[in-house]
């Protein structure tokens, strides 16, 4: 697997957060959980400063809803648990990320509309439970409409060192004009961006066949 592949998809499900995010810095998302419900395409990232100037490869991404019980049993089975579990309320999504490598991360609902906590990741293959790791980094769902009909777009914010935000489709391929409107967006919200990575193709899905 090339170097920018594997940094990526460890970027995503291994996020560190380096500012105060709890609440997602107070910024308002347009946010409707049906509406991010399934699958969606990674088209594009927004890279930090720190993100290698390569090639982006992408993969496919399904969200979940899922309930509070049973993110509370998985993180009391993890070896690293030091969560209060009471803590884990709310609005709970899966994202599975669709690699060769597949895996799951699951999030908690905090502060405003969209601002979720991740609390929880592990390889989707990996039946041993205590090897799930224990996350505490900040994302913020957009559900985006842009004005030209190409839309919808998924905005995933990230407050990390490497990826500003994280764009989805419900198909494969954007450009740069109809990411504009996003762009902008995120220069409001964050201040001055790099421009976006668009992927340029897609990671070979793990094959199931039971």
Same mark, same amino acid.
């Given at each position: ?6 940094? #990526? ?5 291994? !996020? ?24 969606? +395409? ?8 720190? +993100? ?5 490869? %992408? ?11 049973? #993110?509370?049993?998985?993180?009391? @089975? ?10 884990? @309320? ?11 490598? $597949? ?11 969209? %601002? ?26 957009? !559900? #985006? ?7 919808? +777009? #998924? ?26 409107? /996003? ?8 201040? $001055?961006?790099?421009?976006?990575? /668009?992927?340029?193709? +897609? ?8």
């Amino acid at each position: 697997m090339a170097p920018y592949i594997t940094l #990526l998809l460890l970027t995503l499900s291994t !996020i560190e957060a380096h500012t105060n995010n709890s609440s997602c810095n107070g910024f308002e998302a347009n946010f409707d959980m049906k509406s991010v419900i399934g699958p969606w +395409y990674v088209v594009a990232i927004i890279p930090e400063k720190l +993100y290698p100037d390569k090639p982006v490869t %992408c993969y496919r991404v399904e969200f979940s809803e899922t309930d509070e019980a049973g #993110l509370r049993w998985l993180v009391n @089975k993890t070896l690293d648990h030091h969560q209060n579990l009471t803590d884990i @309320k709310g609005t709970i999504i899966r994202q599975r990320y669709h690699a060769e490598h $597949p895996f799951d991360v699951w999030s908690k609902s905090v502060g405003g509309a969209g %601002c979720f906590q991740q609390v929880l990741s592990l390889d989707a293959d990996n039946s041993d439970i205590t090897k799930a790791l224990t996350q505490e980094a900040a994302m913020q769902l957009h !559900i #985006l409409e842009p004005e030209d009909g190409t839309g919808p +777009y #998924l905005v995933q914010i990230l407050w990390g060192r490497m990826i500003s935000a994280v764009i989805y489709r419900k198909h494969k391929g954007t450009t740069q004009d109809q990411l504009r409107s /996003i762009f902008e967006l995120m220069s409001k919200l964050r201040g $001055p961006q790099r421009l976006p990575m /668009i992927c340029e193709k +897609y990671q070979k899905e793990f094959l199931n066949f039971d």
